[in-house]
């Protein structure tokens, strides 16, 4: 009682948008920079790869049907200042509403920002998710992090899954994601306005004012507050900032 293979296909062009899109390409077995191409392309948008053969659904790596995005949301958010940024990163597909508590309030753990990152990130390279729905395995952080390690967005030594991500700690990830490390290393050419200036330890002023300077963070009442720890819905207004960035 299954469908045919000629079914399962227009099942497939029914239910998953095929675009021409260009990405960049990276390969690794290049040295940085030289390792990065344009090229030109047919891609699905988020398919993992399996149909039903009796339905027909189109089935994520849980074997769970995948809810269009317009049908999925969360049930605590409603209201809340980053309503908006929150919703705009489920309908990106960044964030998945397949549980309905964001708890947007609560402290950001690195492990989630990172991953949060990763999902924001072009070229975006998936990563199969095995865990039960809502939950992820240490295992699959580890692969968000060997992304976010070869991409340089952080050192092995900074790795610290469950660890709270600070202000300026987000601060140093998102230049990295910006491919502007080298020039926020050179913080003697910046100059920062904020009140709460001398918080900042020298060697990140620079991420400090490149992230002001493209209005992806910035302090509130004079003050950056460095120290703070970032919560969800503050961390999907940031990417949100972020992706609004042209990125050359």
Known sequence: NIISID??????????????QYINYYDYKLKYPNNTSIKLVY?????SGMVDPKTGLILDYNGEVVKDNDEESFEDIKGHWAEGDILALVEAGILKADIKEFSPNS?????????????????????IP??????????????????AISRKIIDEKEKNIDAE???????????????LGYLAKKSEIFNINYKDAEKIPNELKGYAAIVTGLDIM??????????????????ASIIVKFLKVEKE
Not at 7 to 20: G, R, T
Not at 165 to 179: E, F, G, H, Y
């Open 43 to 47: 891609a699905f948008e988020d398919f």
């Open 130 to 147: 095995y865990a039960m729905e809502g939950e992820y395995t240490n295992e699959e952080y580890d692969e968000y992090y060997k992304q």
């Open 107 to 127: 402290i950001i753990k690195q492990k989630d920002f990172i991953k949060i990152l990763i999902d924001s990130l072009q070229p975006y390279y998936p990563i």
């Open 7 to 20: 079914k399962a296909y227009e099942a497939l062009y029914e239910n998953v948008n095929f675009n021409l």
């Open 165 to 179: 991500v600070s202000r300026i700690q987000a601060t140093k990830m998102i230049v990295n994601s910006l491919d």
């Open 218 to 235: 910035t302090g509130s009442d004079g003050c950056f507050s460095p120290e703070d720890n970032l919560t969800k819905a503050e961390t």
